[in-house]
């Protein structure tokens, strides 16, 4: 046939839809399924403060998504692997227990995600909150401590912006203070003097509907919490019918359209009152020949189960694993101890992320109240491990980081007190090594640079024996594996 005479009479080809059809189950023909009508609708719940707050004293799942991370992030504080003065380790971690800095911080993190943003001020004594803050200015003890405002504490400066490059490019430059229910006063506070923290980051245009700020990270697991807390409502509620009475009465609807005062209703309401009160083990229950008395009990086979799926879409929401969130391990499952790992994981992520340059400006402006003067050039801390190993697997670490490094010394490839230096360092992972000082390893350090004499007479006959380790003396023969030494003639 022609292609111009087609049989539909068209001049042009016809659009149809390639592929499966299937008319009724709505498929295929340009008609959509039932599941391409889904779509996504914004919650805003960030915005609804009172029902944030409402959650989160209500409901143990919404504090632990908000709480958990924030704890882990700061539970276990950080090590300065740099060295210094013995005796400024100590008065720095004493300083920042006084005045409660991982407190602040750890109220700034929960509030953030909490409210989606959060803001830690740092109150330094004699300076004009409103003033750019001058780190060369700052003069010992004047550091006072940080306070924690949340979002709807302060009106940012959206107005006014901050326009140098840097972390900061975009931000408000101030913050207006407009609460004073903790005797605040209306300060006026400059952005170089807090650290701004949000939850979860948005967008440029959704960020705008948040007045600048993030989200809440309850936010994106409110849907899957109330799924939860109707499940196990749900299941309370079964537990009130577990257990069913049935009591077969011949004439029953006869007796209860008598009037009130008819002896045989009254009997009856008798009987049953007599049956609640007598039927217990040792009790006894009198019917007549023609009733049936029944029990029904409700099987809860499946609904741990069910209950468990939802607990995992919760896990999974907030990124926190089971073993973590409930506080034990789900039944039927293993320990969880790989899952905690990876979430240790993450955590650390989020401090490295989210942490060490607020902790590092904090750290500055500390020394700089306790010792006048700023952070040594190379001023390096860690944060501590979540992690923690059992005792066993600590010990054969233990032993197999004292082997090695014995191993590197002997042979000459590390000098000790570098190997001194590297067991302190993980003295925390493998639990020796902790009570090195700086003294001992300065004193290690000495003793290895000592250098051998080449003109010196040989030592007397019966004289001690150095105890320092020496190579070869030939520079041009390579060691022998201490098996062949070469002497000097």
Not at 316 to 332: C, D, E, K
Request: hydrophobic residues 35%; proline residues 5%; glycine residues 8%.
């Amino acid at each position: 046939m022609s292609r111009k005479k087609r049989r539909n009479g068209a001049h042009q080809p016809v659009a149809t839809v390639d592929g499966y059809n299937n008319f009724p189950a709505k498929i295929g023909g340009q008609s959509k399924n039932i599941q391409s009508y889904g779509t996504y609708v914004p919650g805003y719940v960030s915005r609804n403060r009172v029902e944030l707050e409402f959650a989160y004293r209500s409901s143990f799942l919404v504090g632990a998504g908000v709480d958990a991370m924030a704890d882990d992030m700061t539970r276990k504080g950080i090590t300065i692997s740099s060295k210094l003065e013995p005796g400024q380790k100590g008065m720095l971690d004493t300083f920042w227990d006084e005045i409660g800095i991982w407190d602040g911080i750890n109220d700034t993190l929960k509030w953030s995600r909490l409210y989606g943003g959060a803001l830690l001020v740092v109150l330094i004594e004699g300076q004009d909150m409103s003033t750019p803050l001058k780190l060369d200015r700052i003069k010992q003890g004047q550091f006072q401590g940080v306070m924690c405002l949340d979002r709807w504490m302060v009106n940012p400066s959206y107005y006014d912006l901050v326009t140098d490059y840097g972390p900061h490019f975009g931000k408000p430059k101030f913050y207006k203070v407009i609460t004073n229910q903790q005797g605040i006063p209306p300060w006026k506070i400059h952005h170089s003097r807090l650290i701004r923290m949000e939850g979860d980051s948005l967008p440029f245009q959704q960020a705008q509907t948040e007045n600048g700020w993030g989200m809440s990270v309850v936010e994106r697991i409110f849907e899957r919490i109330e799924a939860f807390d109707t499940a196990t409502a749900g299941t309370t509620q079964l537990i009130h019918k577990a257990h069913l009475r049935t009591y077969s009465i011949d004439g029953l609807r006869k007796i209860l359209a008598m009037p009130d005062d008819n002896p045989a209703k009254a009997a009856l309401l008798k009987h049953m009152d007599m049956i609640r009160e007598y039927q217990t083990i040792e009790g006894m229950t009198l019917m007549d020949k023609s009733d049936d008395f029944a029990t029904h009990s409700y099987s809860f086979a499946g609904i741990a189960d069910v209950i468990l799926r939802f607990a995992e879409q919760v896990s999974g929401a907030t990124g926190i694993p089971l073993v973590r969130l409930f506080g034990q391990s789900p039944s039927g499952f293993s320990t969880g101890d790989g899952d905690l790992e990876n979430y240790y994981s993450r955590v650390n992520s989020l401090q490295e992320r989210r942490l060490r340059r607020h902790i590092r400006w904090l750290l500055d402006i500390s020394w700089r109240s306790l010792f006048g003067t700023g952070l040594p050039d190379d001023f390096t801390f860690e944060f501590n491990k979540l992690w923690e190993m059992s005792d066993t697997d600590r010990a054969t670490m233990a032993n197999n980081v004292a082997t090695a490094l014995s191993t590197l010394v002997d042979r000459q490839i590390m000098p000790v007190h570098a190997a001194m230096t590297d067991l302190r360092n993980i003295s925390d992972v493998i639990g020796i090594g902790g009570a090195i000082t700086d003294k001992d390893i300065e004193d290690a350090k000495a003793e290895w640079e000592k250098a051998e004499s080449e003109t010196e007479p040989p030592p007397k006959v019966g004289a001690p024996v150095q105890q320092k380790p020496t190579g070869d003396s030939v520079p041009d023969k390579r060691n022998r594996n201490w098996l062949i030494r070469w002497f000097a003639g």
